[in-house]
């Protein structure tokens, strides 16, 4: 269990080994509301969280937003501005046992203090997606009863994360990335500390690509400022540079990654060809695999183009192909050269809405018995009972072939030429 202890709400940061340097994300967090950065809509003054908490209301809540953008720290002073005990938990290490050692730990505290009424204390459970249902369950009745606070954060959509009995139970907050405004005063904060009396000396070029590089996470642009002015004792662009490693934010099992594909998949649907080449980028800068994104490419080959172009399959088929043989970094030539012919393909869906159309009339209605004309007659006795009798190779009669039950259903609709 990663967790802060029993910490007070006047002290709630992490128990620091000595002689360890605490990193410079922890040194800069905020110790006040009016300290807070980012996240106007909810802490900007007369906005629903900042007004709840200035008038002493304090409940369980959800925090949604991507990395680095002020969850914890929200948490933090929640707990010191209610002047309630706070402990911290990580939900990838922690379990039921330790939510429960939490609660005897408290109720044995509110005991020593011969019954003096405290306010309940805040558990900040982040990841909280990373508890299952019965994890999740456990907390369902301290929450209900107010015996805690519960503020949980997730990267996730808590819609498909969390269970709805606790959801219901707690106020979802969304969080947004930090805007380069958030992350120039983020910057500057930096720069004072580091540079002592003298703020740190920061070129326009710099700045501009630190916005770049920390994506809306405070935490990231503060650990490669660190690490750069550790390294170099300058920020300049050329070092903040050299000492950047992976870019971007993506996350393979989460949101990120289906929105970003789906912005792809939408883009070529659209003959956008700009957009999905950028979504493309986006996707192998930030290390999906290849072979991933040529198999949708193969998808769509069918399910949206289709008649339109029936060798953009073929494409499709050897681009994959080409992407397994090659691999990156030149396999990247090969899927912008496929993506911008999908792009620019005809597209016609009529085959997979024509699948689709059929697939529901075989769900509807089970499976209708197979007209006897159509039906293999390797028998004497087959032939005897109609089996086979009366088909014709060319369907001079124009009859149907499908069941009785649907035989004027229809599906397809043939291309014009």
Same mark, same amino acid.
């Given at each position: 269990?990663?967790?802060?202890?029993?910490?007070?709400?006047?002290?709630?940061?992490?128990?620091?080994?000595?002689?360890?340097?605490?990193?410079?994300?922890?040194?800069?967090?905020?110790?006040?509301?009016?300290?807070?950065?980012?996240?106007?809509?909810?802490?900007?003054?007369?906005?629903?969280?900042?007004?709840?908490?200035?008038?002493?209301?304090? %409940?369980?809540?959800?925090?949604?937003?991507?990395?680095?953008?002020?969850?914890?720290?929200?948490?933090?002073?929640?707990?010191?501005?209610?002047?309630?005990?706070?402990?911290?938990?990580?939900?990838?290490?922690?379990?039921?046992?330790?939510?429960?050692?939490?609660?005897?730990?408290?109720?044995?505290?509110?005991?020593?203090?011969?019954?003096?009424?405290?306010?309940?204390?805040?558990?900040?459970?982040?990841?909280?997606?990373?508890?299952?249902k019965a994890q999740q369950d456990y907390l369902l009745p301290f929450v209900e009863s107010g015996e805690v606070i519960l503020i949980g954060a997730t990267t996730e959509n808590p819609s498909f994360t969390i269970n709805n009995a606790l959801?219901?139970?707690?106020?979802?907050?969304?969080?947004?990335?930090?805007?380069?405004?958030?992350?120039?005063?983020?910057?500057?904060?930096?720069?004072?500390?580091?540079?002592?009396?003298?703020?740190?000396?920061?070129?326009?070029?710099?700045?501009?690509?630190?916005?770049?590089?920390?994506?809306?996470?405070?935490?990231?642009?503060?650990?490669?400022?660190?690490?750069?002015?550790?390294?170099?004792?300058?920020?300049?662009?050329?070092?903040?540079?050299?000492?950047?490693?992976?870019?971007?934010?993506?996350?393979?099992?989460?949101?990120?990654?289906?929105?970003?594909?789906?912005?792809?998949?939408?883009?070529?649907?659209?003959?956008?060809?700009?957009?999905?080449? %950028?979504?493309?980028?986006?996707?192998?800068?930030?290390?999906?695999?290849?072979?991933?994104?040529?198999?949708?490419?193969?998808?769509?080959?069918?399910?949206?183009?289709?008649?339109?172009?029936?060798?953009?399959?073929?494409?499709?088929?050897?681009?994959?192909?080409?992407?397994?043989?090659?691999?990156?970094?030149?396999?990247?030539?090969?899927?912008?050269?496929?993506?911008?012919?999908?792009?620019?393909?005809?597209?016609?869906?009529?085959?997979?809405?024509? %699948?689709?159309?059929?697939?529901?009339?075989?769900?509807?209605?089970?499976?209708?018995?197979?007209?006897?004309?159509?039906?293999?007659?390797?028998?004497?006795?087959?032939?005897?009972?109609?089996?086979?009798?009366?088909?014709?190779? %060319?369907?001079?009669?124009?009859?149907?072939?499908?069941?009785?039950?649907?035989?004027?259903?229809?599906?397809?609709?043939?291309?014009?030429?």
């Amino acid at each position: 269990m990663s967790t802060s202890g029993h910490a007070t709400a006047t002290s709630p940061q992490p128990v620091v080994t000595t002689g360890q340097r605490p990193p410079l994300a922890s040194l800069l967090r905020p110790q006040t509301l009016d300290g807070f950065v980012g996240q106007r809509q909810l802490m900007g003054r007369g906005k629903p969280l900042r007004t709840a908490l200035e008038r002493g209301q304090v %409940y369980s809540m959800i925090f949604w937003g991507p990395p680095g953008v002020g969850k914890t720290t929200l948490a933090r002073l929640i707990a010191t501005t209610a002047a309630r005990d706070f402990y911290e938990v990580s939900a990838v290490a922690a379990g039921k046992g330790d939510i429960k050692k939490i609660i005897d730990d408290t109720r044995a505290h509110q005991d020593e203090l011969l019954g003096l009424v405290r306010g309940a204390p805040v558990i900040f459970l982040d990841e909280i997606h990373r508890f299952n249902k019965a994890q999740q369950d456990y907390l369902l009745p301290f929450v209900e009863s107010g015996e805690v606070i519960l503020i949980g954060a997730t990267t996730e959509n808590p819609s498909f994360t969390i269970n709805n009995a606790l959801l219901s139970r707690c106020r979802t907050y969304v969080f947004h990335s930090l805007t380069d405004d958030d992350l120039d005063h983020i910057i500057d904060q930096a720069r004072a500390h580091l540079g002592g009396a003298q703020p740190v000396a920061l070129a326009k070029d710099a700045r501009a690509w630190l916005h770049t590089y920390a994506d809306g996470d405070a935490r990231r642009l503060l650990n490669l400022l660190e690490q750069t002015w550790a390294t170099y004792a300058d920020l300049s662009l050329a070092h903040a540079q050299a000492s950047a490693q992976l870019t971007g934010r993506f996350d393979r099992d989460g949101e990120e990654h289906y929105n970003t594909i789906s912005a792809f998949i939408k883009s070529m649907r659209a003959s956008e060809t700009d957009a999905a080449l %950028y979504y493309l980028a986006r996707m192998l800068q930030n290390g999906e695999q290849p072979e991933f994104i040529a198999r949708r490419m193969i998808v769509f080959a069918s399910e949206d183009i289709g008649l339109g172009a029936p060798t953009a399959l073929v494409v499709a088929n050897q681009v994959y192909q080409a992407v397994a043989n090659i691999g990156l970094p030149e396999a990247r030539i090969n899927l912008a050269h496929g993506v911008a012919y999908l792009c620019q393909c005809p597209k016609n869906r009529s085959a997979y809405e024509a %699948y689709e159309a059929a697939a529901a009339d075989a769900r509807e209605f089970g499976s209708l018995e197979v007209p006897l004309f159509l039906r293999n007659a390797p028998t004497k006795l087959m032939k005897s009972l109609g089996y086979s009798r009366g088909y014709q190779a %060319y369907n001079d009669d124009h009859r149907s072939y499908l069941p009785d039950k649907i035989a004027d259903h229809h599906y397809f609709t043939p291309i014009s030429r």
